[in-house]
């Protein structure tokens, strides 16, 4: 069975931080880009970074770039995000995905045959 773990979220506030992790077990991605992604409450999902699987490429969206790093360990197949400079905006429940990893965005791996996901880490920064 495949399965996407996350941990690491937590309660901080403002201008805190948190390291997220991602454990893939039952197969690797290492061809595969992996995705964080996150939703809060009432909003839409939002991919907040992605790196390729060579770690190579990575891609930021714009609220989170100079604040979030993400990085990868293929050997113990999992993907971490750092997060500093944390704000009230970024609260969300963070997940983690198998994607297509480009510079210019994450895009939707069409040949996996396959959804994956986490159940996600909830994250929550306080003012």
């Known amino acids: 069975e495949v399965q996407f773990v996350e941990s690491g979220g937590g309660s901080v506030q403002a201008g805190g931080s948190l390291r997220l992790s991602c454990v893939i077990s039952?197969?690797?991605?290492?061809?595969?880009?992996i995705a964080w992604f996150r939703q809060a409450p009432g909003k839409e999902r939002e991919g907040v970074s992605c790196?390729?699987?060579?770690?190579?490429?990575?891609y930021y969206t714009g609220s989170v770039k100079g604040r979030f790093t993400i990085s990868r360990e293929n050997a113990k197949n999992t993907i971490y995000l750092q997060m500093d400079n944390l704000e009230p905006e970024d609260t969300a429940t963070y997940y983690c995905?198998?994607?297509?990893?480009?510079?210019?965005?994450?895009?939707?791996?069409?040949?996996?045959?396959?959804?994956?996901r986490g159940k996600g880490t909830l994250v929550t920064v306080s003012s």
């Open positions: 039952g197969r690797t991605f290492d061809d595969y880009g």
């Open positions: 995905a198998p994607v297509v990893c480009q510079s210019s965005g994450i895009y939707y791996p069409h040949d996996l045959g396959m959804d994956y």
């Open positions: 790196i390729s699987g060579n770690g190579q490429t990575t």
